[in-house]
């Protein structure tokens, strides 16, 4: 079992920036690969944010060139760096995880992930 807690949400006026971080434990020594993902109210959850084993990163369309994500393999931690935020990044924001070879690795897809944190609330205000 793999658990994933973030920290680090909060609430920020437009164009300001907030960090996030998930903190992996338990069996982490098998996860291949991570992700940031978030969900909106009355809305599905997406990908935001994935980075390889090897180290490649994605990034979905609508954050790119405003978020990074990056992690410390050796202390099994992810983050998010989040700048320029918007009021469309309000979401709640989840940690995932994938340990299994199946399915097939999409960085940005939520069936490629077995392991979720609880989530980490980012607001932003206008």
């Known amino acids: 079992q793999v658990q994933l807690l973030e920290s680090g949400g909060g609430s920020v006026q437009a164009g300001g920036s907030l960090g996030l971080s998930c903190t992996a434990s338990?069996?982490?020594?098998?996860?291949?690969?991570m992700a940031w993902f978030r969900q909106a109210p009355g809305k599905e959850r997406e990908g935001v944010a994935g980075?390889?084993?090897?180290?490649?990163?994605d990034y979905a369309d609508s954050v790119k060139g405003r978020f990074t994500v990056s992690q410390d393999n050796a202390k099994k931690m992810l983050y998010l760096q989040m700048n320029s935020l918007k009021p469309e990044d309000t979401a709640m924001y989840y940690c995932?995880?994938?340990?299994?070879?199946?399915?097939?690795?999409?960085?940005?897809?939520?069936?490629?992930?077995?392991?979720w944190g609880q989530g980490t609330q980012v607001t932003v205000t206008s």
């Open positions: 995932a995880a994938r340990t299994s070879g199946v399915p097939p690795y999409h960085s940005l897809s939520r069936v490629t992930y077995n392991y």
């Open positions: 338990g069996s982490a020594i098998r996860i291949t690969s």
């Open positions: 980075i390889a084993t090897n180290g490649r990163t």
